[in-house]
């Protein structure tokens, strides 16, 4: 199997930063998109910000100029630099995963996600 742990999560006021790491372990053959999601209270999960096995980067509109992903493939882990942080970037922040993992015998899709990180924001 393969898990996701995330660190970096915290308290921050308005304007100030943070950064998340995710580490990705076990079974993993390769690893393709590494994606931070987010969820605040009341509303869907988004795509925050991808980075694919090349480097080739995406974020939504919300928070370009502001965040960076960068990920260390040797490590297997993947990060998310936030800075200028505002309120309604407070949310459960998501690591996800998705490429191949290998048992003893088979190669398989991999899909796996953290159990979260929380960022809060205070105005």
């Known amino acids: 199997q393969v898990q996701l742990v995330e660190s970096g999560g915290g308290l921050v006021q308005a304007g100030g930063s943070l950064r998340l790491s995710c580490a990705a372990s076990?079974?993993?053959?390769?690893?393709?998109?590494m994606n931070w999601y987010r969820q605040a209270a009341g509303l869907q999960r988004e795509l925050v910000a991808s980075?694919?096995?090349?480097?080739?980067?995406h974020y939504i509109d919300s928070v370009k100029g502001r965040f960076t992903i960068s990920r260390d493939n040797a490590k297997n882990t993947v990060y998310l630099q936030m800075n200028s942080l505002k309120p309604e970037d407070a949310a459960d922040y998501y690591c996800?995963?998705?490429?191949?993992?290998?048992?003893?015998?088979?190669?398989?899709?991999?899909?796996?996600w953290g159990k979260g990180t929380l960022v809060t924001v205070s105005s």
């Open positions: 996800n995963a998705q490429g191949v993992r290998s048992t003893w015998s088979d190669y398989y899709g991999m899909d796996y």
């Open positions: 076990g079974s993993i053959f390769s690893i393709d998109a």
């Open positions: 980075i694919t096995s090349s480097g080739n980067t």
